[in-house]
């Protein structure tokens, strides 16, 4: 990006002038990602949703290769519709929120059936479909259709609440956040306008030490006038975090495979391949109550350390026991055989394992 700096102007009310600047500032300094359209070509609908499903709660740079790697296996919306569940969960490995790649195949299902492939171009039909909410409807309206959505993600809301000054603190200001970005949305290049928003919350207007002077905004900024940028947008004071314990059981067959299970469709990681484990409580069980839940009968042993995983609303702190069985060793009850498989070593690397059982895996075979 060029850095240009800006001499200190006077403040101006926030407007079609600071509309027009941000534009001409995109125009010369967007970035290039790999589901925008190049030059004067159209967006594709497919690209942009894919894109924005990935992109809720995960950063631009863990999501690129992801992207690559699904529109190189299914680059069109009725290839990601015909896949399997399973092979869309195993390529999703690893970029976590795991209800999203279930959607994602469930929207693509949709489309394709209802609507011969194409996707909708209101927000209200957008927002019907599996996975697309609010933010996503608006998004995929603007960038893909040119409709004059307003999408509202982190990088807007701060760009937005440091130019209106709005010291509600967060999520309070949610609603007023939006209707003053509505304000700033153009009838025309709705789309520019939207991605000209994020690509300056992500490259200039950033949550600590914004680049104000190299800001096409800075004349409009309230906040940066009072010189309280930097402490918005305010939030409200976060949660603790509860903590979980469990005990996860990684069993090792003398050919090398190692014993996996399918987690339940429904609920956290669901769908996923996991390392069986007991329930996830509040408090850790007694080894003798914890032991008595292993998949196999054999000899346990534990491995030292542990490993430790933080979701969206809860800390994870896992136990992880050790045993090393002949091929012919029966499941017991507790491992719930019908939902367990036996994976080679050698491609665990391909199996829909999620972050934190892969974790597991390493912890353990780490003392192999």
Not at 106 to 132: H, K, M, S, W, Y
Request: some cysteine; charged content about 20%.
């Amino acid at each position: 990006m060029t850095l240009v700096a800006r001499k200190q102007l006077p403040l101006r009310p926030a407007g079609p002038d600071t509309v027009d600047a941000l534009l001409a500032w995109y125009d010369a300094e967007r970035r290039d990602l790999p589901w925008r359209a190049k030059g004067r070509r159209r967006p594709d609908p497919y690209r942009v949703w894919l894109s924005e499903i990935m992109l809720q709660q995960t950063t631009v740079k863990a999501v690129i290769p992801y992207f690559d790697k699904f529109v190189q296996r299914w680059p069109t919306v009725g290839d990601l519709a015909a896949a399997s569940l399973d092979d869309v969960l195993a390529m999703w490995a690893g970029l976590g929120y795991y209800s999203r790649a279930r959607n994602l195949h469930r929207c693509a299902i949709a489309v394709a059936a209802q609507n011969d492939g194409q996707f909708p171009r209101t927000e209200a039909a957008l927002r019907e479909l599996p996975g697309v909410g609010p933010y996503t409807a608006a998004a995929i309206a603007a960038i893909a259709f040119g409709i004059p959505a307003t999408p509202v993600d982190g990088n807007i809301e701060r760009v937005v609440s440091r130019l209106f000054a709005v010291t509600h603190p967060l999520p309070g200001a949610k609603r007023e956040i939006k209707r003053l970005a509505a304000t700033l949305t153009p009838a025309k290049r709705a789309g520019d306008h939207a991605q000209a928003m994020m690509d300056l919350g992500a490259a200039v207007c950033t949550p600590r030490r914004p680049s104000c002077l190299m800001c096409p905004l800075q004349q409009d900024c309230h906040a940066h006038a009072r010189g309280i940028q930097e402490t918005l947008p305010r939030r409200g004071a976060k949660a603790v975090r509860p903590v979980r314990f469990g005990t996860a059981f990684l069993v090792l067959r003398e050919d090398g495979a190692v014993l996996l299970r399918k987690r339940a469709p429904a609920g956290l990681l669901g769908g996923m391949l996991e390392v069986p484990s007991t329930d996830w409580l509040d408090t850790m069980l007694p080894a003798d109550m914890a032991m008595a839940g292993a998949p196999v009968r054999s000899d346990w042993w534990p491995v030292p350390g542990g490993v430790v995983h933080v979701f969206t609303h809860f800390r994870l702190e896992l136990q992880v026991v050790c045993a090393i069985v002949p091929p012919e060793t029966p499941l017991t009850f507790w491992a719930e055989p019908d939902r367990c498989l036996w994976v080679p070593r050698r491609d665990l690397h391909k199996a829909a394992l999620p972050s934190v059982m892969r974790k597991i895996i390493a912890h353990a075979l780490k003392e192999q």
